[in-house]
């Protein structure tokens, strides 16, 4: 286990420092159930239905304090069980309270993008179902008529992406006046990528007494001004530094020659698991889609430059097995959940070491096991090295070429057929925007941009 300088905490209003648990934040402890945290019957049964029984850590950790209404940080790693771990007694502190009258839900779950909004929603709408709370997403790039319905009908809970919900707050058809708990999933990820001007707007109209809670596998400075502003003697639950490794996850360092990348990439992608590839850019992920589908691999490609329909049905397919191989910008780093994706490929290096956790971390969740590897070019082998030593991670390095066999050892690649498949066409790209903002690291083409509130958002 590790602590990195990066994520030191002795300025802030708020200390994340570990407490002696063990790393594996899905270690189980049988003694304690979902019933002896406190939660109701009625959810505990819809849990057991679901075969869940068994508290996680960080889920044994927040759900007594969330429940008795204070507010909560909470960091636990990639996979951990964030989700239920905050939805579980917003669920039943909002069951206790009636039904929201209409357009004033009772709870808010904000998140940086809208297929996280979505799978967070699909999570606890059938909890909620079992106690009587009815919960909406209300997120960018789908029409707002089911979203204004729900809402005009009522709604207890509703799980947003920034953007939209103040959209439906300047149309009038949302009020948080009655909002008693406000969720931030994900919220270092939405201050770091300029949210926090629009975050702070929607907190600051929710009641000052209201509850907070923050949740995120790398909770650290970034959120301290939301902290200070919004939080009232927070109580906080770090499971793990941000920088310990899952344990169940191995790393991979491939180096290779320039000439290499593609057949290497392509190699990689033909491997019989499930495999998400993340690469830097829309153009990248295009790209990438269209070369392989030219050697025989059938893969999806997932970035914010893509109708919302795509996106959507580029998820479901990988999500149900459809397609093997999601080719993903960062937008599909944080926190979106596929069962049993066995290797993520980083076939170019993220950004830091935060986003190389939570791309890594879409593999080895829920104490499952999984790989991950980067490929890297001689020019890139020093700073990801230092990248990867503030993530805490000791990589094996090895220098491959296209067809090693040491490739197909190491995460099972194997030669493409070679037989092209056909590529769906493609959705129209909304007109990109040269000198646009990033969405979520999710940049049309060309070099990164840092800071600054974004002009337009993934809402
Ligand atoms: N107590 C539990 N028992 C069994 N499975 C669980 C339990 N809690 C959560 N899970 C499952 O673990 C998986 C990962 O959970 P979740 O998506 O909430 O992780 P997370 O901590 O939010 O990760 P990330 O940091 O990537 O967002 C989900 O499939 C969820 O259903
Ligand atoms: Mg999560």
């Known amino acids: ?52 029984d068994t508290p996680f850590e960080i889920q044994r950790a927040t759900v007594p304090d969330t429940l008795a209404g204070r507010d909560v940080l909470g960091r636990g790693q990639t996979g951990s069980g964030k989700t239920l771990a905050f939805g579980l007694p917003m669920l ?14 009772r709870a808010l779950v904000l998140v940086p993008t809208r297929e996280l909004a979505m799978q967070v929603n699909d999570a606890l709408l059938p909890l909620g179902k079992a106690v009587g709370v009815f919960l909406k997403t209300a997120v960018g790039g789908v029409p707002y008529d089911r979203q204004i319905d729900s809402l005009r009908r009522g709604v207890e809970i509703v799980v947003a992406t920034p953007g939209r919900l103040a959209d439906l707050i300047a149309r009038g ?67 793990a530094p941000p920088t310990a490794a899952v344990s169940t996850m191995d790393h991979h360092l491939l180096l290779i020659p320039p000439r290499d990348k593609f057949p290497v990439t392509a190699s990689i992608a033909a491997r019989a698991g499930r495999t998400i590839v993340f690469a830097r850019t829309q153009l990248g992920v295009d790209r990438l889609v269209a070369q392989l589908a030219a050697v025989g691999v059938r893969a999806g490609g997932l970035h914010g430059g893509k109708t919302q329909r795509m996106r959507t049905r580029t998820l479901a397919e990988f999500r149900e097995g459809r397609t093997n191989v999601l080719i993903a910008t ?15 490929l980083h076939v170019d290096p993220p950004k830091d070491s935060k ?21 890297v070019l001689p020019k890139q082998r020093r700073t990801t090295l230092a990248m990867l030593e503030k993530a805490g991670v000791q990589p094996a390095e090895v220098r491959v070429r296209a067809g090693d066999p040491a490739l197909a050892e190491l995460v099972g690649a194997r030669e493409p057929s070679g037989v092209p498949v056909r590529v769906e066409p493609e959705a129209p790209r909304r007109p990109s925007r040269p000198s646009g903002p990033r969405r979520f690291g999710d940049r049309p083409t060309g070099e990164r941009r840092y800071g600054g509130r974004p002009r337009t958002h993934t809402r």
């Open 355 to 375: 986003d190389y956790l939570h791309r890594a971390g879409r593999t080895a969740r829920a104490g499952e096991t999984g790989a991950v590897a980067t490929l």
């Open 1 to 52: 286990m590790t602590t990195s300088a990066d994520f030191s905490t002795s300025s802030l209003s708020f200390d994340l420092s570990a407490g002696p648990q063990p790393a594996d934040t899905s270690a189980r402890d049988d003694s304690i159930s979902f019933e002896t945290l406190g939660l109701p019957r009625p959810l505990v049964r819809a849990l057991a239905r679901q075969g869940i």
């Open 173 to 239: 058809v949302c009020r948080l006046d009655d909002v008693e708990i406000t969720v931030l999933d994900e919220a270092d990820q939405m201050a770091d990528m300029g949210f926090l001007p629009e975050v702070t707007e929607l907190l600051a109209k929710t009641p000052a007494d209201a509850q907070r809670l923050l949740f995120s596998a790398t909770l650290d400075a970034d959120v301290d001004a939301l902290v200070q502003r919004f939080m009232t003697d927070p109580v906080t639950h770090s499971t």
């Open 92 to 105: 039943a502190r909002i069951a206790d309270g009636g039904r929201a009258r209409p357009l004033h839900p």
């Open 330 to 344: 960062d937008v599909a780093a944080r926190g979106i959940h596929v069962d049993g994706i066995s290797l993520v």
